[in-house]
């Protein structure tokens, strides 16, 4: 089914998704303190530092568990309702297989620098890039990345 024009698409990772990258962060955590255990001082205190920053990580994982982003005919807009990207600052949809983006998304490049961001496994803003993709289903960032190129370029 395709959408009409002024419809909205959403995309969200699954919550299989979400649980699975959450226990591979899980699982380092694990793994980075138990190996700082034999370790020598100034080791354990790096070793520590990591599982903290992967802990942080998990965190803010959990905290945007219900993030998804939504294109409408203004542009693409969190969950919350703030504009990640205006329809008239994308300037282009990139799915290239050497460019950097998520893995199995897309990049947009937008003509104004946006303000930086991250919902992980869903977004991230920085500069004039905002990358969408992670841990969405390939299918469903295929469409979306479609329907903006085909939105923002009609001819």
């Known amino acids: 089914m395709t959408p009409t024009p002024d419809a909205q698409l959403s995309l969200a990772p699954s919550r299989l998704r979400r649980v699975l990258a959450l226990g591979v962060i899980m699982f380092l955590t694990a793994g980075l303190a138990v190996m700082a255990l034999g370790q020598a001082l100034g080791q354990q205190a790096v070793l520590l530092g990591l599982a903290f920053m992967a802990l942080a990580v998990a965190s803010l994982s959990v905290r945007s568990w219900d993030d998804r982003l939504i294109w409408t005919a203004d542009g693409l ?10 329809r008239d600052q994308i300037v282009g949809v990139d799915r290239h297989a050497l460019s950097l ?15 930086r961001g ?7 803003s ?17 469409a979306l990345a479609d ?6 370029n009609p001819s």
């Open 77 to 86: 807009y969190n969950h919350r309702g703030t504009l990640l990207a205006a």
């Open 101 to 115: 983006r998520p893995s199995q998304g897309f990049t947009l490049s937008l003509s104004r620098a946006a303000p």
């Open 118 to 124: 991250w919902s992980p496994g869903l977004w991230w």
């Open 126 to 142: 920085f500069g004039r890039r905002i990358g969408v993709g992670g841990l969405t289903a390939p299918a469903a960032t295929k």
């Open 147 to 152: 329907r903006i190129a085909l939105d923002i």
